[in-house]
């Protein structure tokens, strides 16, 4: 994992071997590292000239613009027009450099943790009850976007519909027929935001399957947690008259035995 000064590679995505041999050669020439120094003391010292940055960290100028430009193809950064307070000098004001939204969440920051936190308090002053609730209500929240999809779609779609909705909100969630097709579908969620969170307190999975049941009209079983080690969150769907498979011993530590729906 990379440590809290890392900028973490957030940029466009290039293709094939160009983004390797790229990466490559930042990597022996000491770009990146380079980068992430500019990066971090716009982090740490605000919106900054060329000038002020080559400053501070005993760059050229030319050598801080030939960094922030590629920082602001990665959308790390923006250039923005420096804030003149008091009377302002003739001329054109200096041009700043700024994080983007993207470039402060490109750094290792304490939001997993602070949310572990709060869930540990909540359950140390008022029981485990009370996370249950908070999980389930969590999930309320985000139902309007989800149902209307879901309604939204033709019986045979909804799964489909569903993983789009998911996706929209950073679960990159894909459906899939069930390894019997007769008998049902796979919901795949490849990316967690919260999974850090959830290892610790599953009952934020939980109340997530108990609202896909809910909002599919449907007894749903989960199968695998990337918040207990595997590699994508899998719940089975059944279709009508079908029932969800027994727990294989190969199933997540999390669900076996349990089915939270």
Known sequence: MSGPDELRNNGVVKNGEAKRETLREELATGERSTRNRVARSIL???PSTVAELAGRLGLTQAAVRRHLDALVTDRIVEAREQRVYGTRTRGRPA???????????????SYDQLA???LRWIAE???????????RARMETRAGAYRAAVEAAEPGSRTEALAKALSADGYAATARSAPDPQ??????QHHCPVAHVAEQYPQLCEAETEFFSSLLGTHVQRLATIAHGDGVCTTYIPRSGHTAPQTTPSASASTAGRNPA
């Open 44 to 46: 740490d010292h605000g």
């Open 183 to 188: 008998q049902g579908e796979q919901l795949c």
């Open 125 to 135: 002053t008022s029981g485990d009850a009370a996370v249950t609730a908070f999980a």
């Open 95 to 109: 041009k700043v450099f700024a994080l983007t939204d993207c470039g402060r969440d490109a750094f290792d920051q």
């Open 116 to 118: 572990a936190d709060a």
